[in-house]
């Protein structure tokens, strides 16, 4: 039975050039569960900064 999500769970998906979504659980919130995203867009021609670089 699909779940609603994009498999891999909390893994860096590229979307597009300098752009990677990633999916995380559903989280309850007054008892109904929502899907988590998040989105990191890489901002110009630098790295991305340290704290972020454990999710490539």
Do not use: C
Not at 7 to 26: C, F, R, Y
Request: hydrophobic share 40%; glycine share 10%.
């Amino acid at each position: 039975m699909p779940d609603g999500f994009y498999h891999p769970l909390n893994t860096l998906k590229p979307e597009g050039t300098g752009i990677w979504v990633a999916d995380g659980p559903s989280v309850p919130f007054y008892g109904v569960n929502f899907p988590t995203r998040m989105t990191v867009v890489r901002i110009g021609t630098q790295e991305l900064p340290r704290a972020f670089r454990w999710l490539l």
